[in-house]
């Protein structure tokens, strides 16, 4: 097991009091799985720029990290983030300097492209409520397995906002056009059965299984051929912007790639002996 630096113990206590001076982000590797906790559980895990910043960061650094396999997203407390910090943000308002725009352009969207593309699986742990950019957020993960009590609300109308963080994006590929406007004009905080129902989430489970289940899921996906789950989400998002002639060139660059991996190798070896197949992630 390693952590960073500046983190929490390995278990970090996740019970809603963050001790003075605690880390925003706590980071655990363990086993090849990156949790990654979003740690203001007094503030329902809001976005301040210390916690953006260490994100960012932490984000870059676990997805080029050969040794992380998988890559977990959850929060401290009783939310799992409820967006953009606004006491912070009324504080920033008389600074022409600093606005939403520039948070969208040097945070937001570094972090969804971090959580959307890098070559392995993301699971976003969904402890409570998920809200504007925290919502975006999950939704930018493979994965989403909520707890029974935890919540998802666009925000953004209810305090005059666009979207950001991909939600215009990423909505309308998991629930439609129509559907998507419906949620993000009319926000409201969608409960997680119907969140499931919906198909927003992959899965809900007891609040006191959340960790055990996504653990199991991520223990798999670690396990599991990293570099061909990272070509699947490659292929994946191309081919949402794409024609079929061009998801056709690109599915065979990238069935080029993972068919001289050596876990392909290893793949059919196993197969041919009738064994279970060992995976290195590359």
Not at 200 to 212: F, G, I, S, W, Y
Request: proline share 6%; hydrophobic share 45%; aromatic share 4%.
């Amino acid at each position: 097991m390693t952590e960073s630096p500046a983190t929490a113990p390995t278990r970090p206590d996740t019970t809603g009091a963050a001790a003075a001076g605690a880390q925003p982000l706590l980071v655990e590797v363990d086993g090849g799985v990156a949790w990654l906790r979003l740690n203001r559980p007094e503030a329902m895990n809001s976005l301040d720029n210390a916690l953006k910043d260490a994100l960012v960061e932490a984000l870059s650094r676990v997805g080029e990290d050969p040794a992380v396999r998988c890559v977990v997203l959850t929060g401290s407390g009783r939310a799992f983030c409820v967006g953009q910090d606004l006491k912070e943000h009324v504080r920033s308002l008389s600074d022409p300097d600093s606005t939403l725009a520039t948070t969208v352009t040097d945070h937001y969207n570094p972090i969804v492209i971090a959580l959307s593309t890098m070559n392995k699986p993301v699971i976003a742990a969904l402890n409570g409520v998920a809200a504007g950019a925290g919502l975006s957020f999950a939704l930018a993960c493979d994965f989403r397995i909520a707890a029974e009590g935890a919540g998802l609300n666009t925000s953004f109308a209810g305090i005059a906002l666009s979207c950001d963080s991909g939600a215009s994006w990423s909505l309308p590929r998991l629930v439609g056009p129509a559907r998507a406007k419906e949620l993000l004009l009319l926000p409201r905080t969608v409960p997680a059965a119907e969140a499931l129902a919906l198909g927003l989430v992959t899965k809900v489970v007891p609040a006191d299984e959340l960790e055990q289940t996504v653990g199991e899921l991520a223990r798999t996906l670690a396990d599991g051929p990293t570099l061909a789950y990272g070509s699947i989400r490659r292929a994946v998002a191309y081919s949402a912007g794409t024609d079929l002639a061009d998801a056709l060139a690109h599915e065979a660059e990238l069935m080029a790639l993972t068919g001289g991996s050596s876990d392909h190798r290893a793949a059919v070896d196993a197969f041919l002996a009738k064994e279970n197949p060992t995976y290195s992630g590359r």
